[in-house]
């Protein structure tokens, strides 16, 4: 069994659509730390369910990425969509030359073993936990973490469509906005599957 670490249902119905049926929900409030890159927040998140959970975890974490913000907001884009909205990142941006944009997620995976490298990221630090444990004066290896990352990319436009949630209307992909297609158009291109399908073969592969 796999748990899932979401509070949002359409998550895992996405991912079963990958994984199959052995993909539970786990609704565990781990910290989201501060970084300017997503694979580090998801890493972390991943070694704190797999101590709460004591079982198998995978931790997602996503971002929108404007090139001409030098990919600002990032991982700060669920911060900044409740600070200023979404049409007031879409204005910003298309007063700029430069609209292009991406969708990134990296899953973390970690179910207390090691793994090889390759072909896909390993972290190893485990920076907060090190220092409190030297604090006490005992040493206890780190929780390595296993991530997948999946990038679509497009271009910020007018708000489109009806459909998905958060930027889904400002983000066009092959000229068509995540907000007009359908979920299983969406599911099919987006950037949470390109990671889930990445995962899913590997998964497959360590769990035979």
């Known amino acids: 069994m796999l748990r899932y670490v979401t509070t949002n249902r359409g998550k895992v119905r996405e991912a079963r659509e990958y994984l199959g049926s052995g993909v539970q929900q786990l609704d565990f409030d781990y910290t989201e730390i501060q970084a300017p890159e997503l694979g580090p927040i998801a890493a972390r998140g991943a070694r704190e369910a797999?101590?709460?959970?004591?079982?198998?975890?995978?931790?997602d974490d996503a971002g929108l990425f404007l090139s001409a913000f030098d990919g600002f907001p990032g991982p700060y884009s669920s911060y900044v969509e409740d600070k200023l909205g979404v049409d007031r990142v879409a204005d910003l941006t298309l007063a700029e030359e430069n609209r292009r944009a991406s969708f990134r997620c990296v899953l973390a995976y970690c179910d207390g073993e090691g793994f090889d490298a390759s072909p896909d990221p390993v972290d190893r630090a485990d920076r907060a936990v090190?220092?409190?444990?030297?604090?006490?004066?005992?040493?206890?290896?780190?929780?390595?973490?296993?991530?997948?990352?999946?990038?679509?990319?497009?271009?910020?436009?007018?708000?489109?469509?009806?459909?998905?949630?958060?930027y889904d209307p400002v983000f066009e992909h092959d000229g068509t906005t995540f907000a007009e297609m359908t979920a299983a158009e969406k599911n099919a291109v987006s950037h949470r599957g390109r990671a889930l399908a990445k995962f899913g073969e590997w998964y497959r592969e360590r769990t035979q």
């Open 50 to 59: 797999y101590r709460y959970a004591d079982a198998p975890v995978l931790v």
């Open 130 to 166: 090190a220092a409190a444990e030297d604090d006490a004066g005992e040493e206890t290896d780190a929780l390595p973490v296993k991530l997948f990352e999946g990038v679509v990319r497009g271009r910020i436009v007018d708000p489109r469509g009806d459909g998905g949630f958060g």
